[in-house]
């Protein structure tokens, strides 16, 4: 039993002799990391034997009444497709998803565990489902257990395991693995120790080769790699209660997080590009690294230069019946700007779109009303300084707001923040052409408000994007009324 858990440093010192006497045997090298492996078992080896002990862990759950079924609940039912899911993101990131007939089996017991068999068998543990939380999660663990399967470190395992109880020089190695003394080693090696009383756990290398690779199917499946260390951190609160469980045989959560921070920027690599292929090596990979860093660094100096030729943005003004007209997959509609009324700031600009709301801004373009046809009728005071003149790339501004919801009669007040921010001067482009345009967000106590990309040649803005807690739309301008410039403010007409 503890000779089990002696195997794997008895091999670290063993594995530069064994790849010299075994080289034509026995020397391997893993996918990706390069990493030089004694095994001569692989999982097309291993396929009977996964097959075998899956049937008799089926068997022995279905006895047992814990064998999870679609048909037990809708709830189960939803939590097979989410792991079967990512399973299929996660298989097709590794590059695996064909070689190998996948099939996820939920087990209701309380072990933190999935088990990845070298026959494409997974085996989630419902123990498991609270500590990954949503699917980030799980595409942590399943990546991380999908990237055993890729390096092989099961047949490395039963390989390491045979030939630390055979003499390195007398031994059969093709023929060991059909001695049946070895037969016990196989189950342990699948991570399902606990079936015959003890375990073959993996090594720090394999360990770390699994997160590693992990990480990388984890990102290309489409989940942010971030994520991971989250999932890592729950995974190290939580004690494991029995000595098969996941964390009794997974590295101390201080070095997983100080490796995963390390790999991050690779795999943040296939985050933001899914369509790159996996690398063939770590220097593939370091390349491709080195390539994102000068895309990133020309990107930023590309975007220096657009904000410096950025014009002077001063708050426009329009000429009476100033029209526009915007998009959006809920519809569209022409805005005109139909009269000036008195308001607390002087004369304000009301336009008018085509299903009857009313905006009220002042003279500087900040929002002081909303009115629907229905009645409907918010008031800021002050106004909403959606924009603050000149705009200028990095210009933040702030200030308290009081609004007047009213309503069928009723009326509601609160006191809150509205805040803004220039964060980019760069092209947009619109049903109504390509605008160079500054994004200008803004939000509302403390929420995403309303993104605006104003167009000084427009003298609006040309995009805007609302927020709300249902999702967000955006709009487009279609079209404008183009007039020349300079135009008459219509306060002063
Ligand atoms: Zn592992």
């Not at 609940?73 to 939590?79: G, V």
């Not at 989630?124 to 399943?142: S, Y």
């Not at 189950?187 to 990480?215: C, M």
């Not at 005109?336 to 299903?355: I, M, P, W, Y």
Request: proline share 5%; charged share 20%.
């Amino acid at each position: 039993m503890n000779r089990a858990h002696t195997v794997p440093r008895l091999l670290r010192r063993a594995t530069a002799a064994a790849c010299f006497l075994l080289v034509a045997v026995a020397c391997v090298t893993v996918a990706i990391t390069g990493r030089s492996q004694v095994r001569w078992i692989s999982n097309v080896d291993l396929a009977p034997d996964a097959d075998r002990l899956f049937a008799a862990v089926l068997a022995d759950a279905s006895s047992r009444g814990i064998l999870v079924s679609r048909s037990d609940s809708t709830a189960d039912a939803r939590t097979i497709e989410t792991i079967e899911r990512v399973v299929a993101k996660i298989t097709e990131a590794a590059d695996v998803s064909s070689r190998y007939r996948w099939d996820v089996t939920l087990v209701r017991a309380r072990h933190v565990n999935a088990v990845v068999l070298p026959n494409g068998r997974i085996i989630v543990f419902a123990g498991l489902l609270p500590l990954a939380q949503n699917e980030a999660g799980l595409a942590a663990v399943l990546g991380h257990e999908v990237a055993h399967l890729v390096a092989e470190h099961q047949g490395e395992r039963l390989s390491q395991a045979i030939l630390a109880e055979a003499t390195l020089q007398t031994v059969n190695l093709v023929l060991a693995l059909a001695n049946v003394r070895y037969r016990p080693l196989v189950g342990a090696a699948f991570g399902l120790g606990a079936q015959f009383g003890f375990l073959l756990p993996s090594n720090r290398e394999q360990e770390s080769e699994a997160d590693r690779l992990g990480l990388l199917f984890m990102a290309r499946a489409g989940y942010d790699p971030a994520e991971a260390l989250a999932f890592w951190r729950r995974m190290a609160a939580h004690e494991g209660s029995g000595p098969w469980e996941f964390v009794s045989t997974h590295p101390s959560y201080a070095t997983r997080e100080a490796q995963i921070r390390q790999w991050l920027p690779d795999a943040n690599l296939y985050f933001a590009n899914r369509s790159l292929p996996l690398p063939r090596d770590l220097g593939e990979l370091a390349r491709l690294r080195e390539a994102e860093q000068q895309r990133i660094a020309e990107a930023r100096r590309a975007r220096e230069r657009r904000i410096a030729m950025a014009p002077l943005a001063t708050v426009p003004t329009f000429p009476k019946g100033y029209w526009f007209e915007f998009g959006s997959p809920l519809g569209g509609g022409r805005y005109v700007l139909e009269r000036t009324e008195a308001c607390d700031q002087g004369t304000c600009n009301v336009f008018v779109a085509s299903n009857g709301i009313e905006h009220v801004y002042t003279a500087d373009y900040a929002e002081a009303q909303y009115r629907s046809p229905q009645g409907t009728v918010i008031r800021y005071d002050p106004p909403l300084r959606l924009f603050q003149w000149p705009l200028k790339v990095g210009d933040t501004w702030s200030h308290p707001v009081r609004f007047v919801l009213a309503r069928g009669g009723t009326q509601q007040e609160g006191r809150t923040q509205f805040a803004g921010e220039v964060v980019d001067y760069d092209s947009v482009k619109t049903g109504a052409g390509e605008f160079l345009a500054f994004h200008v967000r803004t939000t509302f106590a403390g929420r995403p408000f309303k993104d605006f990309w104003y167009a000084p040649e427009a003298r609006t803005y040309i995009k805007l994007t609302e927020h709300s807690p249902s999702g967000a739309v955006t709009f487009e301008v279609v079209n404008f009324q183009r007039t020349p410039e300079p135009s008459t403010p219509l306060s002063r007409e």
